[in-house]
């Protein structure tokens, strides 16, 4: 790689799980440790960009040089991104965004009831698909997580959500997703090629992806 080719040029990266609400004692969210969208703003920064991670409530590190903001729920995510998307050459949208949230978050902790109690969830905003409809020469690049088939269903975001690249990872095979130093993953560009890449450190695979998008930049 080349140190500094990213010089000049802005990158959004998120980053974490999200927390949804339903009292002020519970929450729903998701083992993201954060530390893969980390090392990807991490590794932004080395190569020169001027970046900006928008992390959900993780236990890490600002990089050095990296502009922070944090966010708690998928709405907050959501608006911090588009405030900031227009400018950005490059998004990587690496962060694990809840799909639904509590349609009734209550001011006050719920008492126990005797019985059961069931939670009606509602959906929260698609950030990625919105990211592909407001996108213009910007390098789009989502992660999927999947458990089975995971290649067909990157395909399928690639194409549906407009992205210039998808990075799916099967978060069942030992090693690699949520949490772990490592992670194992298939890189598809906007052509359907696809790159399978061995298990490597998140920060390999930070590098790695940015140097695979160098290769797909300015495709046209
Ligand atoms: O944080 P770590 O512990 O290091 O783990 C890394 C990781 C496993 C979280 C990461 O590598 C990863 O796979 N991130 C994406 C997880 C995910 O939410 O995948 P998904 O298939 O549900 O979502 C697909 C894409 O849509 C993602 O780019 C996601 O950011 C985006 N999305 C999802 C829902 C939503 N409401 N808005 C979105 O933008």
């Not at 690049?141 to 999947?146: D, H, K, Q, R, S």
Request: aromatic content about 8%; proline content about 5%; cysteine-free.
């Amino acid at each position: 790689d080349s140190p500094g080719w990213l010089h000049g040029k802005r990158v959004l990266v998120t980053a974490g799980p999200t927390r949804e609400k339903i009292d002020p004692v519970r929450y729903f969210t998701n083992p993201s440790s954060g530390k893969m969208g980390f090392a990807l703003a991490e590794e932004a920064a080395r190569l020169g960009a001027t970046v900006t991670l928008v992390a959900g409530p993780v236990q890490l590190e600002t990089p050095a040089g990296v502009n922070r903001i944090d966010v708690t729920t998928a709405e907050e995510m959501y608006q911090a991104v588009l405030a900031n998307n227009k400018t950005q050459d490059i998004v990587i949208k690496s962060a694990a965004v809840a799909d639904y949230r509590p349609a009734v978050t209550y001011d006050k902790k719920m008492k126990k009831q005797p019985g059961e109690y069931v939670v009606e969830m509602e959906r929260t905003k698609d950030i990625l698909k919105k990211l592909g409809e407001e996108k213009e020469r910007q390098f789009l690049v989502g992660f999927a997580a999947e458990t089975d088939t995971p290649v067909r269903y990157g395909k399928e975001k690639l194409e549906k959500k407009n992205l210039d690249a998808i990075v799916i990872n099967n978060v069942a095979a030992e090693g690699a997703g949520f949490g772990h130093d490592t992670n194992r993953a298939v890189y598809i560009n906007h052509k359907f090629e696809e790159t399978e890449l061995p298990m490597m450190t998140k920060k390999q695979l930070a590098q790695t992806i940015f140097n695979q998008i160098k290769l797909d930049w300015n495709h046209e």
